[in-house]
């Protein structure tokens, strides 16, 4: 399982990352964002694993489930997550059911996708697609990776901001 970051520190990072006059910022530094980015690093759901994530997942975090980070409790989360009709009385769950669409249309296929930090299956096209198919993942030049993560400590030691940064054109 990749390294996890907390919501919280990812959720300040994000206005640093993406700075003013990004497009579509509002959608990709607001705490939707930071969340979806953690549910997507605490499933696994990182570019080359072959694991991806459904934004109805984010819905079904809590706060509770968030504080397992071992990678056995991740696991089965993520399994759980996308079991047909699992989790439907979940309590504490960040956001309501419903609360997919702006996961899916504003955080990520107007924001995360559009600047290149989460990526889409190759060859699907999301209309034939069932919905319960995940077909996101982070993108891999955004991912931290341990040795990255070990740079960007280095580079936010010496200058205050994270050194993580999207994928560039």
């Given at each position: 399982?990749?390294?996890?970051?907390?919501a919280?520190?990812?959720?300040?990072w994000?206005?640093?990352?993406?700075?003013e006059g990004?497009?579509?910022?509002?959608?990709?530094?607001?705490?939707?964002?930071?969340?979806?980015?953690?549910?997507?690093?605490y499933?696994?759901?990182?570019?080359?694993?072959?694991?991806?994530?459904?934004p109805?997942?984010?819905?079904?975090?809590?706060?509770?489930?968030?504080?397992?980070?071992?990678?056995?409790?991740?696991?089965?989360?993520?399994?759980?997550?996308?079991?047909?009709?699992?989790?439907?009385?979940?309590?504490g769950?960040?956001?309501?059911?419903?609360?997919?669409?702006?996961?899916?249309?504003?955080?990520?296929?107007?924001?995360l996708v559009?600047v290149?930090?989460v990526?889409e299956?190759?060859?699907?096209?999301?209309?034939?697609?069932?919905?319960?198919?995940?077909?996101?993942?982070?993108?891999?030049?955004?991912?931290?990776?341990?040795?990255?993560?070990?740079l960007?400590r280095?580079?936010s030691?010496?200058?205050?901001k994270?050194?993580?940064?999207?994928?560039?054109?």
């Amino acid at each position: 399982m990749p390294f996890l970051i907390p919501a919280a520190t990812i959720a300040k990072w994000l206005p640093e990352i993406f700075p003013e006059g990004t497009a579509n910022r509002t959608y990709i530094v607001r705490q939707m964002a930071a969340r979806t980015i953690f549910v997507m690093l605490y499933a696994g759901a990182v570019e080359g694993t072959n694991r991806w994530l459904r934004p109805d997942q984010v819905t079904k975090m809590t706060d509770s489930q968030a504080a397992k980070t071992d990678d056995r409790s991740r696991e089965k989360w993520a399994v759980e997550s996308v079991t047909p009709g699992g989790m439907k009385q979940l309590r504490g769950r960040w956001y309501a059911a419903n609360t997919r669409e702006p996961i899916r249309d504003e955080t990520l296929r107007v924001g995360l996708v559009a600047v290149g930090a989460v990526v889409e299956r190759t060859g699907c096209r999301p209309l034939l697609l069932s919905p319960d198919m995940p077909w996101r993942a982070i993108s891999s030049r955004f991912c931290p990776s341990s040795k990255r993560l070990q740079l960007n400590r280095l580079r936010s030691s010496q200058n205050g901001k994270p050194g993580i940064s999207p994928r560039t054109p």
